[in-house]
């Protein structure tokens, strides 16, 4: 869904932007677990912290529309 759905495109998309050129945001599944991994790193901690934690709330809430 990481790459196929896209309403989760847009969530790192605007999340990319939101961190800006100076970070970076990865998401990918976990090898061992049944979780989606983010990764953000960037000048501002706050700002990365909260793209990451609305990255993970908006794509938790749209892989929860598959159910």
């Known amino acids: 869904a990481l790459e196929t759905d896209h309403t ?16 970076r945001l990865i998401a ?4 061992t677990e049944p979780l989606i991994r983010i990764m953000a790193e960037g000048e501002d901690p706050e700002a ?4 990451a ?4 709330a908006r ?3 749209q892989l929860e529309s598959y159910r």
Do not use: H, V
Request: charged share 30%; glycine share 12%.
């Open 59 to 61: 794509i938790t809430k």
């Open 8 to 23: 989760i495109r847009r969530i790192l998309e605007d999340a990319r932007a939101a961190i800006g050129n100076g970070g």
């Open 28 to 31: 990918r599944p976990s090898g």
């Open 53 to 56: 934690e609305d990255t993970a």
């Open 48 to 51: 990365i912290r909260a793209a």
